[in-house]
């Protein structure tokens, strides 16, 4: 361990007050709060912006919008974590960091997860119910009528893409309900889904077997693009599909267009390519009583928000004692950030 440091620390968009950060300043360190996040047009640093912004940082806590790039991290000689307050590092070079001697750390907290299990199952069911139907034709002055039907998630067969923290999660809510919980995950061992009342599958047996397709994979190469055209129209004509992922996983131009062709019956998305959503995207031209459209927080919650930066802080002040943060990403990074600490 080495000698206790004082860190300079660039928030680069925190979504509550400066003063959440406070555990950060009475430990001694230097913060740099930039932006916030609920800034109106707030719109993602670029690189040049970051690069500048980072140059005397020792650790970025960075935001769900911006990138932190090699370059970044290469112009700031004395960076040695970066760390999200939630658990996707895909905005995020690893390999890059893990090349300079940075540490990357998320934020895991079982309000993280539990919260995103909790939010797909509602969106689940707010299109089996058919919510929005119902409530324009309410709005519109009218009353219900027999095509306005919904349906029984009892008796379903409900298929998870990605087995891990969320997805599992996903499934043991699920366990009560009479369905046929299916799953794709390479990395999962059989014996752990069997425990969780799931069988695995390859995806294409998944998409032609499932009546619901639920997205809980990490974003990564191999994932980036995973359910493009061929894979929904594997999927049945009365599938719904609800992403509450990344939106890299999925050709939304592929699922808009299943959407208004009939190939899947209706969808739920929060999570997108470009965030915020632009203006000229092809999700707003389809039918709002088949897409259920969140901007990115269906599944946040104030006491969400607070144990995560809580994880982070906490990680941060662990730098600043010469001890690693408790959820490092890259742990092939830790022998050469010992030797530049």
């Known amino acids: 361990m080495t000698a206790p440091h004082r860190l300079t620390v660039l928030a680069t968009g925190i979504s509550g007050p400066s003063e959440d950060l406070d555990p950060l300043r009475a430990a001694g360190h230097e913060v740099v709060v930039s932006r916030p996040l609920d800034a109106p047009g707030r719109q993602p640093w670029s690189e040049a912006q970051l690069i500048e912004a980072c140059r005397g940082a020792d650790v970025v806590l960075a935001s769900h919008l911006e990138h932190i790039t090699a370059p970044v991290m290469e112009h700031a000689e004395h960076l040695g974590l970066v760390v999200v307050p939630f658990i996707g590092v895909d905005k995020i070079d690893v390999p890059g960091a893990t090349r300079l001697g940075v540490l990357v750390a998320n934020s895991p907290t079982p309000e993280n997860f539990v919260a995103v299990a909790e939010a797909a199952i509602g969106l689940v069911l707010m299109l089996l119910k058919r919510v929005k139907r119902g409530e324009g034709r309410l709005r519109r002055g009218e009353w219900a009528r027999r095509e306005d039907r919904g349906d029984f998630l009892f008796g379903k067969t409900v298929g998870l893409v990605g087995l891990g923290r969320i997805g599992s999660h996903v499934a043991r809510r699920l366990a009560g309900w009479d369905v046929r919980l299916l799953a794709a995950d390479p990395y999962v061992p059989a014996e752990r889904a069997a425990a969780l009342g799931v069988t695995?599958?390859?995806?294409?047996?998944?998409?032609?077997?499932?009546?619901?397709?639920?997205?809980?994979?990490?974003?990564?190469?191999?994932?980036?693009?995973?359910?493009?055209?061929?894979?929904?129209?594997?999927?049945?004509?009365?599938?719904?599909?609800?992403?509450?992922?990344?939106?890299?996983?999925?050709?939304?131009?592929?699922?808009?267009?299943?959407?208004?062709?009939?190939?899947?019956?209706?969808?739920?998305?929060?999570?997108?390519?470009?965030?915020?959503?632009?203006?000229?995207?092809?999700?707003?031209?389809?039918?709002?009583?088949?897409?259920?459209?969140?901007?990115?927080?269906?599944?946040?919650?104030?006491?969400?928000?607070?144990?995560?930066?809580?994880?982070?802080?906490?990680?941060?002040?662990?730098?600043?004692?010469?001890?690693?943060?408790?959820?490092?990403?890259?742990?092939?990074?830790?022998?050469?950030?010992?030797?530049?600490?």
């Open 200 to 341: 695995l599958v390859d995806l294409p047996a998944l998409l032609a077997e499932a009546d619901v397709v639920s997205l809980h994979a990490s974003l990564s190469e191999e994932t980036r693009g995973l359910i493009g055209e061929k894979e929904l129209r594997r999927m049945k004509r009365t599938a719904l599909l609800v992403n509450t992922a990344r939106g890299e996983l999925v050709d939304e131009e592929a699922v808009a267009r299943a959407l208004s062709e009939g190939w899947i019956a209706a969808a739920a998305i929060d999570a997108f390519v470009r965030e915020p959503l632009p203006d000229a995207h092809p999700y707003r031209d389809v039918d709002p009583e088949r897409l259920i459209l969140t901007p990115h927080n269906v599944a946040h919650s104030e006491a969400g928000r607070r144990a995560n930066l809580r994880l982070a802080i906490d990680q941060i002040l662990a730098v600043g004692r010469g001890e690693p943060p408790a959820h490092v990403v890259n742990p092939e990074a830790l022998s050469r950030w010992r030797m530049r600490a």
